[in-house]
């Protein structure tokens, strides 16, 4: 009964993501504690964090890092999104664009057109751990299936230790 959220399973059937779904008590969703929980190294879990512009006409893009890293947000995705400034977007924001929970959102099952820039050096670890759109199961899978999703892009320096 751990499934992920529809529209992420959608998402990974229709984009032939080859993946393991992980069941998790909801109390240890959030990725510190889901890692210590179950016994994964914090580096194989990647982050989504959506982030939006806080001037002008509103933008949004969705990030994709390391748990062990910081999103590189004042230079690296300013630059990418092309906006003079940027916030991470609340709870609500993110819950309202995603439809997913917080402690789930991923990658998989975004809106269309969404830009999703996937930190480069993910592709360094042997797998990685997603969210699944709900606070009951991950996603494992090699980093490269991220590629297979169209509106992705690996972009180096996307963090910070």
């Known amino acids: 009964m751990n499934e992920p959220h529809p529209k992420v399973a959608e998402a990974l059937a229709s984009l032939a993501i080859t993946h393991e779904i992980i069941p998790c008590d909801s109390a240890y969703a959030d990725t ?23 001037r002008g006409v509103k933008l949004y893009s969705a990030c994709l890092v390391q748990a062990s890293t910081k999103l590189d947000v004042n230079h690296v995705v300013k630059r990418l999104m092309g906006a003079s400034r940027l916030s991470f977007a609340s709870a609500d924001e993110t819950r309202e664009l995603t439809g997913m929970e917080i402690g789930g959102v991923t990658a998989f099952g975004l809106p269309p057109g969404l830009a999703l820039y996937a930190d480069e ?9 997603v969210g699944s759109g709900n606070r009951i199961s991950k996603v494992k899978m090699a980093p490269g ?5 169209p509106n992705c892009s690996f972009i180096d320096d ?3 230790a």
Do not use: D, H, M
Request: proline share 5%; hydrophobic share 40%; aromatic share 10%.
């Open 121 to 129: 050096a993910l592709k360094s670890q042997p797998y990685i751990i």
């Open 32 to 54: 510190a504690e889901f890692c210590r929980e179950y016994g994964y190294p914090l580096e194989t879990s990647a982050n989504t964090i959506i982030v939006t512009s806080t």
């Open 145 to 149: 299936e991220l590629a297979k999703i």
């Open 158 to 160: 996307l963090s910070i």
